[in-house]
């Protein structure tokens, strides 16, 4: 099935590959290329290469029932119906998603972070959260999805101090269990804010609840999945632009439903 329906891209991927000496060197013929020789991936790139052997330890927190591994001496947890294996393949993956050279990389430097108030909207296991805790000066996690509740407050538990968790979907209405961001950022100040924000393709609704803080925010940065849809990427960029950011595309191309595209946008104002 996984053949029939990539049927086209392995094609491509395969005739770019054999033919590559005779193919302009842009950004999609050298993705394709690394296809054509290594398989399908979301990140087709050499640098991705080097975590497919990487041993990952995996253990168990016997108090809580939970399995975690130790990401940069911190433990970050994974949801109870996980086995070793999924959390291997999951956390090589999400390892893979935030190297320097990813086109998943949702900034440039962590120090970005530095004093800011971080409102991660789309949290799942938190990785991002954890990479910058020790630098962001408070932050919001936003996740809906129940089986991340509970890994999310085992990592987060040494920070209790500084982390709130909203547990609703994203969207254009705060109603039911949806919320907008400018309903989650009302009481506090738009300043100094780091917004990043992957749900599934769900970006542009997102944003349409966050109009008072696209506008009247200061000193903010974005950094926003682009992938997901096709048209994202363009549409983000006007999007930013309209309301008064600067914005770059993270590096590289990924592969995502059966089609390249940029991965992050990143914004500030």
């Known amino acids: 099935m996984f053949f ?10 395969k005739f770019t590959f054999l033919f590559s000496f005779l193919l302009t060197k842009n950004e999609e013929n050298k993705a394709y290329s690394f296809m ?9 790139y050499d640098y991705m290469l080097e975590y497919q052997k990487r041993e990952i330890k995996v253990e168990r927190d016997i108090e809580q029932n939970l399995l975690f591994v ?9 949801p109870e119906f996980y086995s070793e294996e999924k959390v291997k393949k999951d956390y090589r993956a999400l390892i893979i998603e935030q190297d320097s050279r990813s086109s998943h990389r949702y900034v440039r430097s962590y120090d970005e972070l530095l004093g800011r108030t971080l409102l991660d909207v789309g949290a799942a296991e938190g990785i991002f959260s954890l990479d910058t805790i020790e630098l962001t000066k408070r932050v919001i996690i936003i996740e809906c999805l ?19 968790f909203v ?7 705060s109603i039911g269990d949806f919320i907008t961001i400018d309903e989650v950022l009302a009481n506090e100040v738009k300043e100094s804010l780091f917004i990043k924000m992957d749900i599934e393709g769900a970006e542009r609704m997102a944003l349409e609840g966050a109009e008072n803080t696209l506008k009247a925010g200061k000193n903010i940065h974005w950094a926003i999945t682009t992938y997901h849809r096709s048209g994202d990427p363009e549409f983000f960029a006007e999007l930013l632009s309209r309301n008064g950011y600067v914005h770059e595309f993270s590096a590289g191309l990924m592969y995502w439903n059966k089609r390249l595209s940029k991965g992050v946008i990143r914004g500030k104002k």
Do not use: C, M
């Open 36 to 44: 054509g020789r290594h398989g399908l991936t979301s990140y087709p």
């Open 4 to 13: 029939v329906r990539h049927f086209k891209v392995i094609v491509a991927s």
């Open 70 to 78: 130790l990401h940069n001496e911190k433990r970050l947890y994974f």
């Open 146 to 164: 129940e089986h991340w509740q509970k890994p999310l407050q085992a990592t987060f538990a040494k920070w209790n101090d500084k982390v709130t």
């Open 167 to 173: 547990k609703k979907y994203v969207g254009n209405k």
